[in-house]
């Protein structure tokens, strides 16, 4: 069974139009919750689910935007670092969603690279 406990970081689409979102999830056993940021007006907002083997399904309840909940469902890589699949509101909409694990490592790595890095310059002759 997959491990999603920590931080993720993934884009949704609904009619063409992608949002950004950080996500947060323990994990328990099968049992999934945690809450979601999405990058517009709707905000914050929890999440309950399960993950059985490499699928994961989980419902997202907006904190005070919408009062529609949101059901996710997907599959899970078999690194255990990213995620896709399909959202769906009721009969009305759905779209697909993707997310990456994110992490302390990074910012580390980021920083790795940068050192790797020769500083731009120009030689005067």
Known sequence: MADLSGTWLGTYWQEG??????????????????????DNFLGEAQLNGE?????ISFTKSYLTTS???VKYV???????????GEWKISKHYSGSWEARR???????ELLTRLAKQEPIGFKVR
Request: proline content about 6%; charged content about 20%.
């Open 51 to 55: 993950v059985i083997g490499r699928r």
């Open 17 to 38: 139009i992608p949002t950004r979102f950080e996500a947060v999830f323990i994990q328990s056993g099968n049992s999934l919750s945690g809450n979601i940021l999405d």
């Open 74 to 84: 997907g599959t899970i890589s078999e690194d255990e670092n990213y995620m896709q």
């Open 102 to 108: 994110s992490g302390e490592s990074l910012t580390a």
């Open 67 to 69: 009062p529609d909940p």
